[in-house]
């Protein structure tokens, strides 16, 4: 059983709350019974909501009933009211399997004002059965933790590699984002400003992976050392612009530096089930940490106060 790295895991643990930002509805139920099946395997119990409805299980496993709830812009009145119904669904339809009910939901930053008092006054009831709750970080402790490597990378992708890739792999990342030539000089890479990661809110497992990256983007700043005049700046530009477009829609940081890098290797490579995937994704990642380091990509305390001057 391959026990993933450090680095490994910084970039699974980003991947995993990113999956959980952006799951909803049923996408968060089946991942969530995906990693059960993953942890558990054929002891956990999936019930099909088709036809009588679920009778508030979502999923069993070892005296473990699950609630699932996965939205982007949660109701407050909604989701207290969906932590006692499925409750008391599962108490009645359940109780003599269940021992600990969990309520599992997808906001890694916590959950509405009524919903949290509704889960801590059923906390402190007295009720017959244990009463748990499973924001993302507990779900990563309780399931994902335990997996070893393989069963990750089914789960949430393939990492990158923690070694530089290869110089080819780099030339087909910059191939995609550049689209014609501009005879400008190319400027040499300048340091991170401080508290930059800090000042976007990266969580910590995105800073060990961009700091340990960063250890390797000379190899980047060769590639373009020896490019084409321009391409650099072709490059940057190009990336900038999708920088924009994942800043519109995202709800933080790490999701726009996933998708950064994620869309990068798919559209440059396209096949996830390549044998090389991991250089791959190491090419793309150690590209727009290169563009990230060169204060291209992500903001920094004093742009934010030039721009609100100017207004």
Excluded at 77 to 90: M, S
Excluded at 124 to 132: K, L, M, T, V
Excluded at 184 to 189: H, L
Excluded at 200 to 225: A, C, D, G, Q, W
């Amino acid at each position: 059983m391959a026990v993933p790295s450090d680095f490994e895991l910084a970039w699974f643990y980003g991947h995993f709350t990113v999956q959980c930002v952006r799951a909803e509805g049923r996408a968060w139920e089946d991942l969530v019974s995906n990693a059960m099946l993953a942890r558990h395997g054929g002891d956990f119990i999936q019930v099909d909501a088709a036809g009588r409805g679920d009778k508030g299980c979502d999923g069993y496993v070892k005296g473990l009933m699950l609630a699932c709830y996965g939205a982007t812009s949660p109701s407050d009145a909604y989701v207290r009211a969906k932590i006692q119904g499925d409750y008391t669904k599962a108490a009645a339809h359940w109780s003599n399997v269940m021992e600990t009910w969990a309520f599992v939901h997808n906001n890694a930053n916590g959950l509405p004002t009524m919903a949290a008092q509704a889960m801590a006054a059923m906390k402190s009831a007295g009720h017959p059965h244990s009463i748990e709750h499973w924001p993302p970080q507990v779900l990563w402790d309780n399931v994902y933790a335990d997996l070893d490597r393989a069963k990750l990378s089914r789960l949430l992708g393939a990492p990158a590699s923690d070694r530089p890739a290869g110089m080819s792999y780099i030339a087909e990342c910059v191939k995609l984002l550049s689209r014609s030539r501009l005879i400008v000089d190319v400027d040499e890479t300048l340091p991170v400003p401080l508290k930059k990661m800090e000042y976007n809110r990266f969580s910590p497992s995105t800073v060990k992976l961009i700091t340990e990256t960063k250890n390797h983007t000379h190899h980047v700043r060769y590639y373009f050392k020896h490019a084409t005049p321009g391409e650099q700046f072709q490059v940057s530009e190009n990336l900038r612009m999708r920088y924009d477009g994942f800043r519109a829609t995202a709800s933080s940081a790490d999701e726009v530096f996933y998708g950064l890098c994620d869309s990068l290797a798919e559209e440059a490579f396209g096949d996830e089930l390549s044998p090389e995937i991991e250089q791959q994704r190491s090419a793309a990642l150690l590209v727009v940490t290169h563009f990230f380091e060169s204060c291209l990509l992500f903001e920094t305390p004093d742009e934010v106060r030039i721009r609100a001057a100017a207004l």
